[in-house]
T-cell receptor, first 110, second 116 residues
């Protein structure tokens, strides 16, 4: 599976949009981009995933560049409860093991 | 939505004893489940893949005799930490995928193991 690179940490003001970038320059054509997050002392939570089109659900939006070498997870109106570590993961199929990198620690500040 | 449930959420045990952690998929059948451990301020590390009706597949460096995995049904996998030592104290998390439907993995709430 392709490797991903994320910033170690980010801050975001409460109520503002949080934009979390992810680089996956070696992604292949049949690999999906998944995003999970882990709030402190809890199990990870699925957020969203996509192949090449932008995706939106009740939690977030996922913007994937046309060349698919990077993506951005957008939390439109960050709240304090969005403080967590966010993981960007590339998977070839739904059968792949989910391997976590260090992720981005997002702190939402009042 | 799909739910994966772990039990117990916290356990304290004495050195040398064994501890069993259960992972259940509540509304889907999971032929495969995954076990992770996480040390403080570190990312999740995959320990093993649990396959229903067959032996688990362990990641490199994980002792299979230390961490016994049983996946006897399509909704239950167990991880037993045998002869626990203080260095086994960690946050253990299971995951399951609904291969018959949704593509995302679902995670349990985790089990905090403290060995004293």
């Amino acid at each position: 599976d392709a490797k991903t690179t994320q910033p170690t940490s980010m801050d975001c003001a409460e109520g503002r949009a949080a934009n979390l970038p992810c680089n996956h320059s070696t992604i292949s054509g049949n690999e999906y981009v998944y995003w999970y997050r882990q709030i402190h002392s809890q199990g990870p939570q699925y957020i969203i995933h996509g192949l090449k089109n932008n995706e939106t659900n009740e939690m977030a939006s996922l913007i994937i560049t046309e060349d698919r070498k990077s993506s951005t997870l957008i939390l439109p109106h960050a709240t304090l409860r969005d403080t967590a570590v966010y993981y960007c993961i590339v998977l070839k199929t739904s059968y792949d093991k989910v391997i976590f990198g260090p992720g981005t620690s997002l702190s939402v500040i009042p | 939505g799909a739910v994966v449930s772990q039990h117990p959420s916290r356990v304290i045990c004495k050195s040398g004893t064994s501890v069993k952690i259960e992972c259940r998929s509540l509304d889907f059948q999971a032929t495969t489940m995954f076990w992770y451990r996480q040390f403080p301020k570190k990312s999740l590390m995959l320990m093993a893949t649990s396959n229903e009706g067959s032996k688990a597949t362990y990641e490199q460096g994980v002792e299979k005799d230390k961490f016994l995995i049983n996946h006897a049904s399509l909704t239950l996998s167990t991880l037993t930490v045998t002869s626990a030592h203080p260095e086994d104290s960690s946050f253990y998390i299971c995951s399951a995928r609904d291969f018959g439907g949704r593509t995302e993995a679902f995670f349990g709430q985790g089990t905090r193991l403290t060995v004293v």
